[in-house]
């Protein structure tokens, strides 16, 4: 690329929204459904002091590219990131420094072509009977149920640090007796001399505690732990680590300075449950994705605090970052509002035995790796999902399993592992290897179609199959019913909302009886209807949600709530009828 003339000069291109999926805004269909390269192109202009100052780092972030990105600036190649779901970075600062131009020209070109090897999986089908299609002509298919959707789906940022900084921290935290434990851990950049500084505040500012030092121990007595929020009257207690890092230079001291929302919690797995900061917790909530109209998979903070309303409306007290990680801005929503994630990473859909391989599972560690580095400080998340569904009988599935459950508690020892299986107890490989059982199932719905009666007797079969196996916590990672919004039908018959309704019921019953023994916990399939790929068991997309799309209840959405408001009981009373309860102002500073 001629690293002076823009991409407007190498033919006509859009406007295209950021963050946005480009699928959705056109009105164009080979858009929509576009597979390869896709070129964004933005020029902005630098503060003086980012391009004079060469005390100054400058950093471009990007909060997720989806598929396969190659970073430019100013026409010179800075990074390549493969994985839709992630952050990556590049230090720009020589960049931008060497000449005297304050204008920065950043350029990403993305490809969403997913292959076997890719997270997850696809497979590019090339279809080469002339008599039925035009010369070249190739499909991407991929064994999930959601639209691939593509581009950049979170904001892409310019920030700057001191050539010496903060580059992680990493804190963990335990409870001795009623004194919080937090073990810190802070890497820096740029300088082997440096003094760092490290305070502890509480919610009203007061210092609990500091030190000094890249590593150590901070002790506070008498610590409100972090609770999530339908267990504790102050639940979702959040503390600030505020670490500042200091080096000498010609012009004096100069800092970086970091605060990071802490919050004290344990996280325990028995036999029987799972348990926070020591007391049984039952997740009762929903599994997401991160979809919507026009925007696709697009972050939207409009959009993230009416769902964060919805699910304290449902009495929701958990979800699952089905199925790839989320931005980060909803895990610091939780951590919050004191709801719990089970953080997945995009392994979906691994089912072909190429998927297997040494070159797959290489990649699904350096994923794992990312999340965990990611996401690992957010109090919220309490166990890691490194798949859903995959064909875990499949004979490498045992091997890849063990492998990346063993990398993954080795980079976080701190939090259960788990995948999310559909595949028969007696011939799953890879459940060995988990903390918690996390079963999907679609009783009633996928066969047995109609015969409502014939759940209990399977589900209760289902969790007594795996528990005997294995004794280990069980979870309904999924169960639900599709319905089309306003299509009533009594006796209920399929796609209509008494449907989903009277399916939802027979499992409660069987819920009910199990989560008295060894059932830790009911993930709905799914919180809101979202789009798929077109197929003809598809109706514009899958209705599976207890609300639309447009994030309006479905008859589900009540019997839901009634029932997450009743498990909820013991330590909070749902709020008065018809009213959700509202945030408090103050809450958002966006
Ligand atoms: C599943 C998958 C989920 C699908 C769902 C369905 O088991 O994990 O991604 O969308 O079933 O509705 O078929």
């Not at 267990?231 to 990071?260: C, I, K």
């Not at 020591?278 to 997401?288: A, C, E, L, R």
């Not at 109609?450 to 004794?471: C, D, K, M, S």
Request: proline share 6%; with cysteine; glycine share 8%.
């Amino acid at each position: 690329m001629n690293s002076r003339k823009g991409i407007s000069q190498s033919g006509p291109t859009l406007d295209m929204p950021v963050p946005s999926s480009f699928n959705d805004v056109g009105q164009d269909r080979q858009l929509r459904s576009f597979v390869g390269w896709v070129w964004y192109e933005r020029e902005v202009t630098l503060p003086q002091r980012w391009t004079q100052d060469l005390g100054t780092r400058v950093v471009l972030r990007i909060g997720s590219a989806h598929y396969y990105a190659i970073v430019w600036v100013n026409g010179v190649h800075v990074v390549e990131h493969e994985g839709g779901h992630l952050p990556f970075e590049a230090d720009i600062s020589k960049l931008v420094q060497s000449g005297p131009l304050s204008s920065c020209r950043i350029t990403i070109a993305i490809n969403n072509t997913l292959t076997p090897h890719t997270l997850p999986p696809g497979t590019i089908l090339h279809r080469t009977d002339t008599s039925k299609y035009p010369k070249g002509y190739f499909v991407q298919n991929t064994n999930f149920d959601f639209f691939n959707y593509a581009g950049l789906h979170r904001p892409v940022l310019l920030y700057t640090t001191p050539t010496t900084y903060i580059d992680d921290i990493t804190v963990t935290t335990s409870v001795d007796q009623g004194t919080g434990l937090v073990d810190y851990q802070i890497f820096v950049q740029g300088s082997e001399h440096f003094q760092l500084e490290v305070r502890l505040l509480d919610q009203e500012g007061k210092v609990v505690a500091q030190g000094t030092g890249c590593r150590g121990q901070l002790q506070v007595p008498n610590a409100h732990l972090w609770w999530p929020y339908l267990m504790h009257e102050h639940p979702a207690y959040l503390y600030s680590l505020e670490v500042r890092v200091t080096t000498q230079t010609a012009a004096g001291p100069v800092s970086d300075f970091y605060t990071l929302p802490v919050g004290i919690r344990t996280v325990e797995v028995t036999e029987r449950q799972f348990l926070i900061n020591g007391k049984p917790f039952y997740f009762h909530g929903v599994n997401k994705h991160e979809d919507a109209d026009i925007r696709g998979r697009g972050f939207d903070w409009a959009l993230l605090v009416k769902d964060f309303n919805l699910l304290r409306w449902l009495g929701a007290n958990a979800f699952r970052t089905s199925h790839y990680p989320y931005a980060e801005e909803v895990l610091q929503l939780c951590d919050r509002y004191g709801i719990v994630v089970i953080d997945e990473s995009p392994g979906v859909g691994i089912v072909l035995a190429q998927s297997y391989g040494n070159r797959s599972l290489q990649h699904h560690l350096e994923v794992m790796g990312e999340l965990v580095r990611r996401d690992k400080n957010h109090p919220a998340v309490v166990m890691w999902s490194v798949a859903n569904e995959p064909a875990s009988f499949l004979p490498p599935a045992g091997y890849y399993f063990k492998t990346l459950i063993a990398h993954t508690k080795a980079l976080d020892p701190s939090r259960p592992v788990t995948f999310v299986t559909n595949s028969n107890y007696e011939a799953d490989l890879g459940a060995p290897y988990v903390d918690v059982i996390c079963v999907n199932s679609y009783y009633s719905w996928y066969h047995d179609y109609g015969h409502l009666e014939v759940i209990p007797l399977q589900l209760a079969t289902q969790f007594e199959n795996w528990y005997r196996t294995y004794q280990k916590p069980i979870i309904q990672s999924e169960y639900g019913a599709g319905a089309i919004p306003g299509f009533h039908q009594d006796p209920p018959v399929m796609f209509s909302e008494e449907y989903q309704k009277a399916l939802l019921q027979q499992y409660h019953m069987v819920l009910d009886e199990k989560r008295k023994n060894y059932v830790v916990g009911e993930l709905i399939w799914n919180f809101a209807d979202f789009m798929t790929d077109q197929a003809p068991q598809r109706v514009m997309g899958n209705k599976k949600g207890i609300f639309t799309r447009q994030r309006q209840p479905k008859a589900a959405a009540f019997l839901l709530r009634e029932r997450y408001w009743q498990l909820a009981n013991d330590t909070r009373r749902p709020p008065a009828a018809g009213g959700a309860q509202c945030l408090e102002s103050g809450l958002f500073h966006v």
